[in-house]
């Protein structure tokens, strides 16, 4: 009898499929990636790739935007129930209402968001390539959603007029003012990385704020010796192994998304045997979606 690992290798071998695994997922799944990244990389990858599955381990709108980048494959979400609260926080109707308010706008959608909210924006980005984004716009008003501060740390970064709605992430927001303070008054030598899906006011408390791969470049070029790191901590396991003379502290311990942890070694296995959860969209959405997708993944 092989391992868990052998197995997956095994079968995914058979079924010619690819493992794409998020920054924030655990060791473990972290362990069998064919690709791992964040997640303007790893919708590159899904993209490009010519296996014939796709395994995501992430959360469900990566595996959906996989989905909709390549039709012809098949994605699966190892754990069904793997969602992004935030990605739920805007849904197309509210956002076809903000249009109606603001018709003269562009229309950015961070990635967490669904395939229904995707179609109806002009543009996708992600953390790393929402400045650039943005900043290629000419339209005056730019409507971003969902996430309204990682829209207002873009927007003002690339001088832009947002309108925003009222969407975060619920694990970068339990990230406080206090715990940078008492991290930076422990670790007075460290530099303080953080996602911009913090809060403004951890933002500004920042040395810099950066997607999770601009964090593994940064510990990666930078001759700092020592970081707090705002963000899920998932990533915190992957700075340390990769910069293994390098301290990273985490901003708080409590940043730990429990949909990202949903996945686990053993529902890969059963993905891959019993092909499932299938991830389809339909084909009429996907078509407006893929547009805006399209213009995420070629910026940046
Ligand atoms: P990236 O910085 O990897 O794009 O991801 C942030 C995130 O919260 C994904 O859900
Ligand atoms: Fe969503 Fe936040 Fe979890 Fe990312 S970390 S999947 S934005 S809840």
């Not at 064919?34 to 990858?45: I, T, W």
């Not at 078509?287 to 213009?295: D, L, P, V």
Request: proline share 4%; net charge neutral.
């Amino acid at each position: 009898m092989g391992s868990i690992v052998e197995k997956i290798k095994e079968l995914k071998k058979k079924r010619n499929a690819v493992i794409l695994v998020h920054n924030y997922q655990s060791p473990e799944v972290q362990g069998i990636a064919d690709y791992r990244g964040d997640s303007l990389g790893l919708s590159r990858e899904a993209a490009k790739t010519e296996a014939d599955v796709i395994v995501f381990c992430g959360v469900h709108f990566m595996a959906e935007t996989a989905a909709i980048l390549s039709p012809d494959k098949t994605v699966l979400l190892p754990d069904k129930d793997a969602g992004c609260p935030m990605a739920d926080m805007i849904d197309a109707e509210k956002l076809r209402e903000l249009k109606k308010q603001h018709p003269a706008s562009a229309v950015v959608c961070y990635v967490n968001s669904t395939a229904e909210v995707k179609a109806e924006s002009d543009y996708c980005c992600t953390s790393a390539n929402a400045v650039e984004i943005l900043s290629r716009i000419e339209n005056n008003e730019i409507i971003f959603v969902p996430d309204k501060y990682l829209g207002s740390f873009a927007a003002k970064k690339a001088g832009k007029k947002v309108i925003l709605c009222d969407g975060y992430c619920p694990v970068h927001m339990k990230i406080l003012p206090e715990h940078i303070a008492e991290a930076k008054k422990e670790h007075p030598l460290a530099k303080v990385l953080v996602h911009p899906e913090c809060r403004t006011e951890i933002c500004n408390m920042a040395d810099e704020v950066l997607s999770t791969s601009g964090m593994e470049r940064y510990a990666r070029e930078n001759f700092c010796g020592e970081m707090i790191v705002g963000t899920e901590t998932g990533l915190i396991y992957r700075l340390q192994k990769d910069n293994p003379l390098k301290k990273f502290y985490p901003a708080s311990v409590g940043a730990v998304c429990p949909n990202m942890k949903k996945t686990s070694l053993e529902k890969v296995l059963w993905a891959l045997e019993e092909m499932k959860y299938e991830i389809k969209v339909k084909e009429e959405t996907a078509k407006s979606a893929r547009k805006a997708i399209n213009r995420m993944i070629s910026a940046g």
